[in-house]
Nanobody
Framework: VQLQASGGGLVQAGGSLRLSCAAS????????MGWFRQAPGEEREFVAA????????DYADFMKGRFAISRDNAKNTVYLQMNSLKSEDTAVYYC???????????????????WGQGTQVTVSS
């Protein structure tokens, strides 16, 4: 599975960005998709994930309703809509795919099998 993330950039605090991650190489609808982020000097942390059909989603506690994950299986793409951005959201954002046969959503990055290259999100205060 190849994952290509895009949509990062520089935005002012309070602004919005929409990240996209296009997948290829495997039936997309059989993958649980996740977003993680990593700030300089920090561990890579879970942001959000979405199940096969797009109905089941899960978020990190710090999201507090600001972010929304979605997917379009016809386009083999997963999205992360980020609103009310804060300076502490500055990080490299990675999309990841989990090929678990139960379709369960996990927060641990070690459960994910495939990773994209990351896209930089910088929020200026």
């Amino acid at each position: 599975v190849q994952l290509q993330a895009s949509g990062g950039g520089l935005v002012q605090a309070g602004g919005s960005l929409r990240l996209s991650c296009a997948a290829s190489g495997r039936t997309f609808s059989s993958l649980v998709m996740g977003w993680f982020r990593q700030a300089p000097g920090e561990e890579r942390e879970f942001v959000a994930a979405i199940g096969w059909s797009g109905i089941e989603t899960d978020y990190a506690d710090f999201m507090k309703g600001r972010f929304a994950i979605s997917r379009d299986n016809a386009k083999n793409t997963v999205y992360l809509q980020m609103n009310s951005l804060k300076s502490e959201d500055t990080a490299v954002y990675y999309c990841a795919a989990d090929n678990n046969w139960r379709g369960m959503i996990f927060h641990n990055r070690h459960d994910y099998d495939y990773w994209g290259q990351g896209t930089q999100v910088t929020v200026s205060s």
